[in-house]
Nanobody
Framework: QVQLVESGGGLVQPGGSLRLSCAASGSSFSISPMAWYRQAPGKQREVVAHISDSGTENYADSVKGRFTISRDNAKNTLSLQMNSLKPDDTAVYYC????????WGQGTQVTVSS
């Protein structure tokens, strides 16, 4: 079992930065691939960034060079540093863990607007 709680969302101006965090509990965290997804109003949930249990990172084309995913297995945390934010980045962001099944957090709202 894995429980996930996101934090760090909010309102930011275009060009600004935010850092999302995901606190995980459960014994499977350190051996689980993790990911950040997002879902904008009226759109399907999409993967933003993925990190393997060994730290290999992959990003959606739309965020490459702007977002960085990282994990701290000792602290059971997953992070997403988001720079140069655009209005199109506005969405609810979800943390996900893949440990036999997909576990989801409750989501955190990110709004990019002037």
């Amino acid at each position: 079992q894995v429980q996930l709680v996101e934090s760090g969302g909010g309102l930011v101006q275009p060009g600004g930065s935010l850092r999302l965090s995901c606190a995980a509990s459960g014994s499977s965290f350190s051996i689980s691939p993790m990911a950040w997804y997002r879902q904008a109003p009226g759109k399907q949930r999409e993967v933003v960034a993925h990190i393997s249990d060994s730290g290999t990172e992959n990003y959606a084309d739309s965020v490459k060079g702007r977002f960085t995913i990282s994990r701290d297995n000792a602290k059971n945390t997953l992070s997403l540093q988001m720079n140069s934010l655009k209005p199109d980045d506005t969405a609810v962001y979800y943390c996900a863990a893949f440990a036999g099944r997909v576990y989801w957090g409750q989501g955190t709202q990110v709004t990019v607007s002037s």
